[in-house]
């Protein structure tokens, strides 16, 4: 998010950065919150994938906020849409990420759990099976999330809206439980954020224009937080709402604690230099004086190649794929 004197940038995205093109490598990776790795070796060589999703940003939302003027508070909006690809070619994208996951681990001797057995678990009792293979818009604002065809996994409900609940452990990770009741399995849990927009915006020094503008690019990125909130104390930032990661958590001895937990996420984005998306400038949107807002439509759109898009979608994913296995062999596979 920028904070540029009294202007709050409320957006899907996070601080703006240069774009510059990037492979994944092992020192842009973080272990947070891991502990335990060495006890991997104990583990049965079984694992249960709790989930596995892709975030594709469809729609671009920037939204920039001016509270110091007098007269009022000043808004502009910026909502970009991305066209050129459909629903079947993300479907597919997120098919070939988790078959090319799931294969690696199965050439090194790892059993897959299916959701029928994890279903007999005490943890899951009360929850609802859900089907993978279906592209869901309503999860969050502007992302298409994609789940693997052919995969089902448990949420604790569904809204009226569309939203899953209790699909992922970010309020208090209960994965522990879940390795216990499935005999010591290993957990994973599995997720890649692809954004195409960043905004950032920009206030007149005198007056009340302010402007907001987007750059356009393909990247990986770490993590997006839902849109925040501007009122006199400052920018409210929401809550986390997605982040690129995969999790691997094994044991409960006590009931409380893992054995042994690594999880593996970016420091950073990743960018691709790829030439993608036609139409990658735009022209500012302004507003001129106060209680001024863009309308919540599509103000702005850019189409995609769609072949190049998916190639460097698989092409990031197989990296921070193999760049994780790695890491966990590492830990799991006996020497």
Request: aromatic share 10%.
């Amino acid at each position: 998010m920028h904070i540029l004197q009294s202007i709050f940038l409320c957006c899907l995205l996070c601080t703006v950065t240069a774009l510059q093109a990037q492979d994944i490598r092992s020192k842009g990776l973080i272990n947070p919150s891991s502990y335990g790795q060495k006890k991997f070796k104990k583990a049965p060589r079984r694992i249960y994938i709790a989930n596995f999703k892709m975030f594709f940003q469809t729609v671009g939302m920037g939204k920039a906020v001016d509270a110091s003027a007098k007269q009022g508070t000043t808004v502009a909006q910026m909502n970009v849409e991305l066209t050129g690809m459909d629903d079947p070619l993300l479907q597919q994208l997120t098919d070939q990420a988790y078959q090319a996951f799931v294969e690696d681990l199965t050439d090194k001797g790892f059993e897959m759990i299916g959701a029928n057995e994890a279903a007999s678990i005490k943890y899951y009792q009360g929850w609802t099976l859900q089907e993978g293979g279906t592209l869901n818009h309503k999860q969050l604002e502007g992302f298409a999330m994609g789940t693997p065809t052919d995969f089902n996994y448990f949420i604790r409900k569904e809204t009226k809206t569309g939203k899953e609940r209790g699909g992922n452990y970010a309020v208090m990770d209960q994965t522990p439980k879940i390795s216990k009741q499935l005999g010591d399995a290993i957990v994973v849990d599995v997720a890649f954020v692809f954004p195409f927009t960043e905004f950032y915006a920009k206030k007149a020094k005198l007056g009340s224009k302010l402007t907001i503008d987007a750059r356009i690019g393909l990247q990986l990125r770490h993590s997006i937080t839902g849109p925040g909130n501007a009122n006199k104390g400052g920018l409210q930032r929401g809550a986390l709402a997605a982040q690129t990661h995969i999790n691997f958590v094994y044991g409960n001895p006590a009931g409380l604690a893992a054995l042994g937990v690594h999880k593996v996420a970016l420091k950073e984005a990743v960018y691709s230099d790829r030439s993608i998306f036609a139409d990658a400038s735009f022209q500012t949107i302004t507003s001129a004086s106060p209680n001024w807002k863009v309308s919540e439509i599509i103000t702005q759109s850019t189409t995609c190649d769609a072949k190049a898009y998916a190639e460097e979608v698989l092409r990031l994913t197989d990296q921070f794929i193999r760049l994780s296995l790695d890491q966990f062999y590492g830990y799991a596979l006996k020497k």
